[in-house]
């Protein structure tokens, strides 16, 4: 299915104008949802009921209100609140560029791609390469649905990212959960750098990870299709609370428990033991995987005869 644009923008580069289209970076259609339905099977529709009668109100007689105290509030007419919307404009300007990991993941907001429109191409990767050279994202106001908007333009190996980011007054503060900072030891801050060297890996491939909530209601949708029964999944019983971990013993194991994952184990007295009759196959194994010096052999005596080599038993 071709990608479908929501919007026809302009970006405004300096004197430079780059049409482009926008487009949904994430799909949000890509879970499973449900239903509400009667015990009978039907659907439900939702209504609307007065706090104060009971009687269920029409959409079409609702009005908007601001509760400034309790129980107490400033209704707006709908020509009233139009008049507040940020008019719409197609134009997104550009007004700085700052070093991409300056912003805060934590302001992402929703995330779209733009791709060039008509006449836009050459400007387009323009603008592309000279953020991806000077290692810079551009911050942009955006007009979209009666409301202004920050955005992060971003360069991409593709493309460029239209990130929508939060005000300041939408993200909370770290600092007001007021965490205490405990100091730890060289050694502990030691082992803890090993467990994450042994577990760590170039770079984040999302397609290595699946949303197993979403392929287990798939499953169960499935079986209920079917005539099946769902059975619930067996879970590990909690631990009790309030345990005392020593943090030491707990770094060594983990530490002990990653390297069991990564490394086969291999006994080293095996390695060294020579092949006999009594060889086991894993020793015979072990001993073929690990390369060995050629031996220089004695010369024999002209009336003595080599003995023939010990036979390996055949592994089942």
């Not at 073929?288 to 004695?298: E, Q």
Request: hydrophobic fraction near 40%.
């Amino acid at each position: 299915m071709a990608a479908r644009s929501i919007a026809s923008l302009t970006l405004s580069f300096g004197l430079v104008s780059i049409p482009v289209k926008l487009y949904s970076a994430t799909d949000s259609a890509a879970g499973v949802g449900f239903n509400l339905l009667t015990p009978e099977g039907g659907r439900v529709k939702q209504q609307y009921i007065s706090e104060a009668t009971g009687a269920v109100v029409a959409r079409a007689d609702m009005k908007k209100g601001y509760e400034f105290e309790k129980g107490q509030f400033v209704v707006f007419a709908p020509e009233e609140l139009k008049a507040l919307e940020e008019g719409a404009s197609h134009v997104v300007e550009i007004v700085s560029f700052v070093p991409e990991k300056s912003v805060d993941p934590l302001y992402y907001d929703k995330a779209y791609f733009i791709a060039p429109d008509k006449r836009g191409g050459k400007p387009y990767s323009l603008l592309q390469r000279a953020m991806r050279e000077s290692e810079r994202c551009a911050l942009a106001k955006w007009s979209y649905k009666g409301k202004t908007r920050i955005v992060q333009i971003r360069p991409a190996e593709d493309g460029m990212v239209f990130q929508q980011l939060l005000f300041a007054d939408e993200v909370r503060a770290l600092s007001d959960l007021h965490i205490e900072q405990v100091t730890v030891s060289d050694t502990e801050l030691k082992l803890a750098l090993q467990i994450i060297d042994q577990v760590s890996e170039d770079a984040y491939d999302p397609t290595a990870y699946e949303d197993e909530e979403k392929k287990r209601i798939l499953e169960a949708i499935d079986r209920k299709i079917a005539g099946k029964q769902i059975v619930s999944p067996e879970t590990p019983a909690e631990e009790s609370g309030g345990q005392v971990i020593d943090l030491m013993e707990a770094l060594r194991a983990s530490l002990s428990a990653n390297k069991d994952k990564r490394e086969a184990p291999v006994k080293t007295a095996a390695a060294k033991a020579p092949v006999t009759k009594k060889t086991s196959p894993a020793d015979v194994e072990v001993l073929a995987a690990k390369p060995r010096r050629p031996v220089k052999r004695a010369t024999p005596k002209p009336d003595v005869k080599e003995a023939p080599p010990a036979k390996v038993r055949a592994r089942k």
